[in-house]
């Protein structure tokens, strides 16, 4: 938002300017690299003025902070109806439409790379993450967790925050591609842990009863089916290999 025009302004107004300004250059910049001169013209206004409404360039980013930690907050958050495949899809588009907008300002902050108010933005984020896991564990319908669907939804907002970010590095796989396999991703790690625990295992049934067969997770089952072999072709393939093995000398 570049004005370039000076006008009048009540307190809020202005206020609300100044962090719609900071934010169009945090989401271009690491915060760092953004000077309260450069925030300054970009609002058409003078260097002094901005100090009068934020002491800092500090102060300043804490809020711009806030905002983007409560619009990300907001992505998570989806109607708790139909497979939950078709839902986690719909969140990630919205999440991905956050990194894309905010690129720079996203990768800074995760990477904890600005020297502006880290420790804010640091517990911001840890604010995020647990709205996040908060969000997933209402659709999976679990209120009490155990360790292991704990850690596998934890271990996913993990993978989708580092996928983000080397999306953000090269972008070298389109956007609905990579979406969708961190829905898969979601799936692997709660069937993983499913191999293991009794109430791991209920909720991947209930997941697969759920959902349709060309639906997101019944896409995935199939594509995964494919991959084992029949019990014949196992047994060939055993066989196979045994009989390529090098024999053993016999003892004389």
Request: proline share 6%.
């Amino acid at each position: 938002m570049r004005t370039g025009v000076r006008r009048r302004m009540g307190v809020e107004e202005r206020r609300e300017q100044l962090i719609a300004v900071a934010q169009e250059l945090f989401s271009q910049r690491p915060p760092g690299e953004v000077s309260i001169d450069e925030i300054a013209t970009a609002a058409g206004i003078s260097r002094p003025l901005v100090y009068h409404y934020f002491p800092g360039k500090n102060s300043l980013y804490d809020e711009v902070v806030q905002r983007a930690a409560d619009e990300l907050t907001r992505r998570f958050s989806e109607p708790q109806e139909g497979p939950l495949g078709a839902r986690l899809l719909r969140v990630m588009g919205r999440y991905f439409d956050f990194v894309d907008q905010h690129g720079p300002g996203f990768s800074a902050l995760l990477r904890g790379g600005t020297s502006v108010g880290p420790e804010r933005a640091n517990a911001l984020i840890d604010e995020v993450r647990q709205a996040a896991y908060n969000h997933m564990l209402a659709h999976l319908g679990v209120t009490a967790p155990g360790p292991r669907i704990a850690l596998a939804v934890r271990s996913w907002i993990g993978v989708a925050e580092t996928t983000a970010l080397m999306w953000l590095d090269g972008r070298e796989m389109p956007r609905d591609q990579l979406e969708l396999q961190l829905v898969h991703d979601f799936m692997a790690l709660v069937a993983v842990s499913a191999a293991y625990d009794e109430e791991a295992a209920a909720l991947v049934r209930w997941i697969v009863a759920q959902e349709p067969v060309n639906g997101t997770f019944g896409d995935l089952v199939s594509r995964l089916i494919t991959l084992a072999p029949a019990p014949a072709e196992a047994v060939a393939v055993a066989v196979a290999e045994t009989s390529q093995q090098p024999r053993c000398a016999q003892p004389s």
